[in-house]
């Protein structure tokens, strides 16, 4: 069974600081894929990344990056620079990589990061 | 990117009511569309995947008389809440594929409140 660990249940910090949310995961398969969503209090999902398994590159992408680490099946989100709009709930997702079907995903429970002034 | 349109954003309801959530995706075909349930400051937890055409798959515990599901065509999903009733009340998410390779796009949401 997959399973998706955020340890970190809610995050506070001041604006312009840095900050990584952790990801651990757990899956018996060899291929699949880990992604990012970002919940703003509106409600919306808000993709942010997918990163296949055999992918191990760190990406960033702005202010976001990633931190990929197979060996540690953990997959960290570090947000510099942090600013209010930041604020938001964020998940950390896995699926499986299966031919002729899409997956589901499985979600963390989630980490709510506050960033204030 | 892709856009997922899940229609209506708020309802509130009447017990004993049934209530019609719909999921479309507007600028790609989603072979497969699942539909999650999200309690407040809780996780995503999947309800039922449902492919084109086919029957959709529930979850353990998810009970598919109450949460009827069809995906009649490759861009349009509904969740249709049969006799509504107050534990109902909760926020319902779609998100449709466009294949196993792809990411999921997920629609806005519906907050249901059975009063």
């Known amino acids: 069974a997959q399973k998706v660990t955020q340890a970190q249940t809610e995050i506070s910090v001041v604006e312009k600081e840095d900050v990584t949310l952790d990801c651990v995961y757990e899956t018996r398969d060899t291929t699949y894929y880990l992604f990012w969503y970002k919940q703003p209090p509106s409600g919306e999902l808000v993709f942010l990344i997918r990163r296949n398994s055999f992918d191990e590159q760190n990406e960033i992408s702005g202010r976001y990056s990633w931190n990929f680490q197979k060996s540690t099946s953990s997959f960290n989100f570090t947000i510099t620079a942090s600013q209010v709009v930041d604020s938001a709930v964020y998940f950390c997702?896995?699926?499986?990589?299966?031919?002729?079907?899409?997956?589901?995903?499985?979600f963390g429970t989630g980490t709510r990061l506050q960033v204030t002034l | 990117g892709a856009v997922v349109s899940q229609h209506p954003s708020r309802v509130i309801c009447k017990s004993g009511t049934s209530v019609k959530i719909e999921c479309r995706s507007l600028?790609?075909?989603?072979?497969?569309m699942f539909w999650y349930r999200q309690f407040p400051k809780k996780s995503l937890m999947l309800m039922a995947t449902s492919n084109e055409g086919s029957k959709a798959t529930y979850e353990q515990g998810v009970e598919k008389d109450k949460f009827l599901i069809n995906h009649a065509s490759l861009t349009l999903s509904t969740l249709t809440v049969t006799s509504a009733h107050p534990e109902d009340s909760s926020f319902y998410i779609c998100s449709a594929r466009g294949g196993p390779y792809t990411e999921a796009f997920f629609g806005q949401g519906t907050r249901l409140t059975v009063v």
């Open positions: 600028d790609f075909q989603a072979t497969t």
């Open positions: 997702a896995l699926s499986e990589a299966r031919t002729g079907t899409a997956s589901k995903l499985t």
